[in-house]
Nanobody, 123 residues
Framework: QVQLVESGGGLVQAGGSLGLSCAAS?????????IAWYRQAPGKQRELVAV???????HYVDSVKGRFTISRDNAWNTVYLRMNSLKPEDTALYYC????????????????WGQGTQVTVSS
């Protein structure tokens, strides 16, 4: 059974930093080769933020490039999202997802989601 559990959200002032973690278990390696972070702000669609594949290749949405860093442990048990220079527009519910990464900006989410962790950035 696939389980994804996010942690680490909170309230931070603009310009501050936060680190999120996604603990993953039961990942079917025959169809899953990547973990991604998504976010959804109130009234907006869920958007892809960052992806890391099993080989360590990463991809970021333009709005977070240079500020966010996605990484994973060697055992592929935990994926992290380090967020620096946070802005009020980064406020959202952040989710991790297990899916398939084909390179570039081509990531296919699978129906494996965590429950989300709230990030709130005050101005």
């Amino acid at each position: 059974q696939v389980q994804l559990v996010e942690s680490g959200g909170g309230l931070v002032q603009a310009g501050g930093s936060l680190g999120l973690s996604c603990a993953a278990s039961g990942i079917p390696s025959n169809i899953i080769n990547a973990i991604a972070w998504y976010r959804q702000a109130p009234g907006k669609q869920r958007e892809l933020v960052a992806v890391i594949d099993i080989g360590g290749t990463t991809h970021y949405v333009d709005s977070v490039k240079g500020r966010f860093t996605i990484s994973r442990d060697n055992a592929w048990n935990t994926v992290y999202l380090r967020m620096n220079s946070l802005k009020p527009e980064d406020t959202a519910l952040y989710y991790c997802n297990a899916g398939t990464y084909y390179g570039g900006d081509n990531y296919k989410s699978r129906n494996y989601w965590g429950q989300g962790t709230q990030v709130t950035v005050s101005s």
